[in-house]
């Protein structure tokens, strides 16, 4: 079945633990990126990336770091994570052959405390 | 201004009814359009594509105004089950810079 998966679904951290959120889909697909939604805001890009190795920021990458490593896996990294944090994540990837039909992961529920 | 704009609703529909919506983009160079589903915080999902030339996938129809910088989604006959909250996503260069909007809240009621 093709998917992406995330993991953790769901995190309550506290402020200064460094974490990783996993990405991983199996569609063979080149781009990838990270999305966190808050109300009212509605989806923000934090990172994207075209391929292997090649990784460019978003509209929101300030205290986010991601590495692609390989074409599969994406993994968000906090650093020190920090209560402005708190969201929901998505994960996605896409092919770049048209319609570029985004396929998201379930969602990550970050809680920083 | 934001890049992309919706009415926030919740549009509240009758079962069976029509409902129409339309989302605002700021950059006139974006070269694609497309409206995701979303289900109470869960992952959005595509809906449809917008083209140029206006686009329909059995109930729903989407339409492309690039010189008035707007695309509009119409749902026929709703049902129950299309209560979600729309997204209007922008593309500014082939799958690779997208800008959501904030989503526009249906509610259709029996």
């Known amino acids: 079945e093709a998917q992406v998966t995330q993991n953790p679904r769901y995190l309550i951290t506290v402020t200064g633990k460094k974490l990783t959120v996993t990405c991983s889909q199996n569609?063979?697909?080149?781009?990838m990126s990270w999305y966190r939604q808050d109300p009212g805001l509605g989806l923000r890009q934090i990172y994207y990336?075209?391929?292997?190795?090649?990784?460019d920021k978003g509209d929101v990458p300030e205290g986010y770091k991601v590495s692609r490593k390989e074409k599969r896996n994406f993994p968000l990294i906090l650093e020190s994570p920090s209560p402005n944090q708190t969201s929901l994540y998505f994960c996605?990837?896409?092919?770049?052959?048209?319609?570029?039909?985004?396929?998201f992961g379930p969602g990550t529920r970050l809680t920083v405390t | 201004r934001k890049e992309v704009e919706q009415d926030p609703g919740p549009f509240n529909v009758p079962e069976g009814a029509t409902v129409a919506f339309n989302c605002t983009y700021s950059?006139?160079?974006?070269?694609?359009f497309f409206w995701y589903r979303q289900d109470c915080r869960k992952e959005p999902k595509l809906l449809m594509s917008v083209y140029s030339s206006g686009n329909e996938d059995g109930r729903f129809t989407a339409q492309l105004n690039r010189a008035s910088q707007y695309i509009s989604l119409l749902i026929r006959d709703s049902k129950l089950s299309d209560s979600a909250t729309y997204l209007c996503?922008?593309?500014?260069?082939?799958?690779?810079?997208?800008?959501f909007g904030g989503g526009t809240r249906v509610l259709v009621k029996p």
């Open positions: 569609m063979n697909h080149e781009y």
């Open positions: 996605a990837s896409s092919s770049y052959i048209q319609p570029y039909e985004q396929y």
């Open positions: 996503v922008v593309d500014k260069a082939a799958g690779n810079k997208l800008t």
């Open positions: 990336s075209m391929n292997v190795e090649v990784t």
């Open positions: 950059n006139s160079a974006s070269q694609s």
